[in-house]
């Protein structure tokens, strides 16, 4: 599976202002001394392969990128990556690097984060980071649960899960990242497997490319409290039915041999699954994850099950220009610091002096 | 023309009331610059509700503003106004009660209707029957006179009348000898684009100054003479504008950025507004979605080597709690500012109060010490913020900076300082590595410490070589990786306690204002209490007595010679507006007897009643009897 890698013209680069070297990296470089200590068979290793694989292709110095997380398994993130890192308290990763990311316009800033910690305890920070549009990547590690805390439900888990915390079934709805970034208008909003390595890597090639913030949902496995949640998606034998592939400018058929696809719903104006043979190719929908209007990728990311994850859009949902709060909130420091030559004493002598005053001699 | 008679006062204390819709604070804060600019000192004390505009007329809805002025050294905007004067029915009626004897009323006659009058509570017209023999009463019909004066700019009544704040300043400034030229000129400022309000609010203005030169209404005018103050440069300065002056020299002193994250909240608010206007000092203003999210970003900014500061109020800091944790563990600079109001909850957003001393102490999980320092007056607010930066800088720590709600909008003249006399603040970045290693190369460590200080190395982002982690586990010495060795533990929160008692070498030792030498009684006080406080101690020793004051800027490490201080007064006083903490930790640390003067109305101390306090503590403690009426046997110097 591919996607689009790179960003669409004219669209600055998320990391235009970050230092580059010329210097070949390897994956090595970015590993920090640190033991790894997720529980075996972690999804999460999978995706720390990843990115510390992917880093290197920036080709940004290592110095200059910032990985900022919050609370939970995926939490533990920044301490294996050899970059600048903090791990945070629960929930407000994306408020501590928005700090850094307007603080420092040279900077690539990196959020990992998991359901709950960007979900639950931190949601009011995530919809405001993406409708800001901060200059950021954010990583939201889903495994529709509470792993750190020993297994209760999360807010992505399915209707009636029994958990710790829900012996009788949980009777929480659940929430649909994709669909609560869109509606948060996010600029980038994407979602991918942490198993399939090429899908991943290609998602965060584009997510850091992009100037914004860039929001990727990974489906990601916990062995342990939510083991084979996402089996329908990888399983050989049910996969090409279970993943709806997002490709820009390309129709969305999925289904063994393409045998379905997506066409528009008359009734709803939203969209629906159809057998190609009966509404023929022609019919299908082309991806287009640069309209600037949201509501086809809305349409499409409500394709996804809230209860067990028989069926998903894997891909790149949107991915749009809007001008980020940090390069503005720069623009106007920039403008003003313009307009008032001078040494900052002598300024700050003009300021501290100014309005009514009187003389006692 | 009557000749009008001149009679000189050393003080007055006015008080402007009237509906939230009155432009009250306007009206006494125009009457402070007049004064200021004439060079008497002052003392100022707005009082208004927290809503925007209650139903009009009513006693909720009333807003004052008191100004106390004189041709000495004042500390506080007074107890009790020499002059009231009252732009409607629920004006004078709340304000009342805090007249003396032989005061002077002026009242707008023109709201003494008898809805307006029931409104308030009235079941008869004060101004008819004889309930204000006691007071020098003046009716004047200021909205009639006012709607008159500016009949000429073809304005609606409703309009016209709202210039009647305007008459009655020009009144109280002729009354008062007050220089016009300033608020004409703020007039023509604020009223530039409307040609006709601006006309007409000049118009009234002059129209009340006119009215007591050339009526019989008002025989006498007062002469104040300036104060004599030490010479230099001043201006009128509000705690909020000082504070956020503060962190504007904070910035160019350190050279780092400012970076501000702040949610909106009274009496805060205002130093996020100031601070958004200077963005030409490379100040960051971040209006955050919650308190959590502003601290968060100042966190972050502060990680990639800005000051990262963040603005609040009591209930902010509650909020803000676990992110004050996460900045005393990754040791990061940071200053938390919180202008306490009225608690707890919502308690009273308008109001002072000094309630947040414990909150600011222990008010976070774990063993997590945090620098706290407290301004004494509005100006003052402009140096405590120089000194927290200065704290949190070069210990690598957040600070905690307590004003309150009579702080943040009290103002008072301020000598303007000199940019070379502000402190430097080195940043002192790590630029290397600094932990050697046996095959002779270095490598990072952020955990390993200044032996002076025990500050740990601020590397920034974007600093080769210095790439490292930090975050809320806890951290091994030295080298900072997560470590859950309980020795290390053990270590770790005795090293951050330890990092912060050092703050005390750095402080110069406590003044102790004890002209005497023979008192037996002090008065500790800490932030705003500072001038109510130095007023009761002025009274007391006025009629003869002894009494020692000091007063605390750093209230987390104590001065290190404020142990040894205590032990030399019989008794110690502590005057809180707070149930007695500052009292808790004095005891707590010292084993000292402190006595508590405490009061949580919402205001400030009273000078009068601490004079009283104060007096029966030096009663005990030199077993005489005290009378403060008594005119003073033996000139204390």
Known sequence: MTTN??????????????????????????????????????????????????????GLRRENIVFVSGIGCSSRFPYYLDTYGMHSIHGRAPSIAT????????????????????????????????????????????????????????????????????????????????????????????????????????VLSAAAAHRGTSFVEIYQNCPIFNDGAFDAIKNNDTKADAIIPLLHGEPIRFGVEGSKGLIRD??????????????????????????????????????????????????????VERPTYDDQARAQIGTATQAAPGAPDERLAALIGGGDTWTVV | MVSKQVKQLDRVIIRFAGDSGDGMQLTGDRFTQESAAFGNDLSTLPNFPAEIRAPQ?????????????????ILTPGDAPDVLVAMNPAALRANLGDLPKGATIIVDTHDFTARNLTKAGYTANPLEDDSLAEHALHPVDLTGLTVAAVKEFGLSRKDAARAKNMFALGLLSWMYGRPVDSTIAFLERRFAKVADIRDANITAFKSGWNFGETTETFAVSYEIKPAPMPAGTYRNITGNLALAYGLVASGVRSGLPVFLGSYPITPASDILHELSKHKAFGITTFQAEDEIAGIGAAIGASFAGSLGVTTTSGPGIALKSEAIGLAVMTELPLLVIDVQRGGPSTGLPTKTEQADLLQAMFGRNGEAPVPIVAPQSPGDCFDAALEATRIAVTYRTPVMLLSDGYLANGSEPWRIPEIDDLPTIDPDFATAANHPLEDGESDFWPYLRDEETLARPWAVPGTPGLEHRIGGLEKGDGHGNISYDPANHDFMVRTRQAKVDRIADSLPPMEVDDPSGQARVLVLGWGSTYGPIGAGVRRVRKAGY?????????????????????????????????LGQLSMLLRAKYLVDAVGYNHVRGLPLKAAELAEAIGELVAQAEGVDVDLTAPAEEAIS
């Open chain 1, 5 to 58: 890698e790179l960003p669409f013209p004219g669209l600055r680069s998320g990391v235009e202002l970050v230092p580059t070297t010329d210097t070949p990296q390897t994956g090595k470089e970015f590993t920090s001394d640190q033991e790894v200590r997720w529980c075996p068979g972690c999804g999460d290793y999978a995706v720390l392969k990843a990115v510390q694989g992917f880093l290197p292709e920036l």
């Open chain 1, 99 to 202: 700090g850094i990311a307007t603080a420092r316009e040279d900077l690539s800033v990196w959020v990992v984060t998991g359901d709950g910690d960007a979900l639950s305890i931190g949601g009011n920070h995530l919809i405001h980071a993406l409708r800001r549009n901060v200059n950021m990547t954010i990583l939201l590690f889903n495994n529709r649960i509470y792993g750190l805390t020993k297994g209760q439900y999360s807010p992505t888990s399915e209707p009636g899960k029994i958990t710790k915390s829900t012996p009788m079934g949980s009777v929480d709805h659940p929430f649909n990242p994709v669909s609560l970034a869109l509606g948060a208008e996010g600029s980038f909003v994407a979602r991918t497997i942490d198993s399939d390595r090429k899908h991943l890597t290609s």
């Open chain 1, 266 to 319: 008359g009734k709803t104006g939203g969209v629906k699954i159809a057998e190609v043979a009966d509404v023929g190719e022609g019919a299908l929908l082309v991806h287009d994850a640069h309209n600037p209007d949201p509501s086809t990728a809305f349409a499409i990311s409500r394709l996804t099950d809230s209860g067990y994850l028989n069926q998903s859009p894997i891909g790149i949902f949107r991915q």
């Open chain 2, 57 to 73: 007329g009513t006693l909720p809805g009333v807003s004052s503003f008191q100004v106390h002025f004189a041709d000495h050294d």
């Open chain 2, 546 to 578: 002894h009494v020692a004051q000091a007063h605390l800027r750093h209230l987390n490490p104590f001065p290190k010679d404020l142990g040894e201080i205590l032990k030399r007064y019989d008794k110690v006083l502590v005057p809180e507006m707070n």
